[in-house]
T-cell receptor
Framework: GNSVTQMEGPVTLSEEAFLTINCTYTATGYPSLFWYVQYPGEGLQLLLKATKADDKGSNKGFEATYRKETTSFHLEKGSVQVSDSAVYFCALAGGTSYGKLTFGQGTILTVHP | EAGVVQSPRYKIIEKKQPVAFWCNPI?????LYWYLQNLGQGPELLIRYENEEAVDDSQLPKDRFSAERLKGVDSTLKIQPAELGDSAVYLCASSSRFGDPYEQYFGPGTRLTVT
């Protein structure tokens, strides 16, 4: 079945540092890949997505590239801000489970001034 | 535009008691999801509704969990009786038939503690 594995957290960075959160997946067929973010006290919200191999999703300075050869979708940002502190979830969808998102365990990011 | 509304935000009950969670999706969203999120884990789908029809309830533990969406708008998820292992956050999400079904809008969740 489908599964998503994220890097162990939490991740603590200083403001303006470079961020990478690793995500790898196992899926049949050609899934779509997503990053969702959950800010403190709020619901999860879609950050970015990619629907086919080599696509790059981007939003709010975050980027992730769909790498089929390495089954990865790593999240990156060149310069993080304190306001980026949140929990980040990698997810996939597709195959026979239409409408169903499969999430990774989440990575807590804390950015210090 | 109002987001997904869930209530209550927090609930503490004793084991073997019943509990119910309510969700009101974004206006016009025909698809509604209930997810379970255990501590330190990502959300896991319990049930998905298209309008009032439950189209995927394969992950719902039907011996104690039930859900309904009678008029295709708001929904209720019930647990009876609750067990200690049910302590978790219950998330509701919705999506529009006119958009990407995987662009789901989540509510803030209900944190359940069973003692």
């Amino acid at each position: 079945g489908n599964s998503v594995t994220q890097m162990e957290g939490p991740v603590t960075l200083s403001e303006e540092a470079f961020l990478t959160i690793n995500c790898t997946y196992t899926a049949t067929g050609y899934p779509s890949l997503f990053w969702y973010v959950q800010y403190p006290g709020e619901g999860l919200q879609l950050l970015l997505k990619a629907t086919k191999a080599d696509d790059k999703g981007s939003n709010k300075g975050f980027e992730a590239t769909y790498r089929k050869e390495t089954t990865s979708f790593h999240l990156e940002k060149g310069s993080v801000q304190v306001s980026d502190s949140a929990v980040y979830f990698c997810a996939l969808a597709g195959g026979t489970s239409y409408g169903k998102l499969t999430f990774g365990q989440g990575t807590i990011l804390t950015v210090h001034p | 535009e109002a987001g997904v509304v869930q209530s209550p935000r927090y609930k503490i009950i004793e084991k073997k008691q019943p509990v119910a969670f309510w969700c009101n999706p974004i206006s016009g969203h025909n698809t509604l999801y209930w997810y379970l999120q255990n501590l330190g884990q990502g959300p896991e789908l319990l049930i998905r509704y298209e309008n009032e029809e439950a189209v995927d309830d394969s992950q719902l533990p039907k011996d104690r969990f039930s859900a309904e969406r009678l008029k295709g708008v708001d929904s209720t998820l019930k647990i009876q009786p609750a067990e200690l292992g049910d302590s978790a956050v219950y998330l509701c999400a919705s999506s529009s038939r006119f958009g990407d079904p995987y662009e789901q809008y989540f509510g803030p969740g209900t944190r359940l503690t069973v003692t």
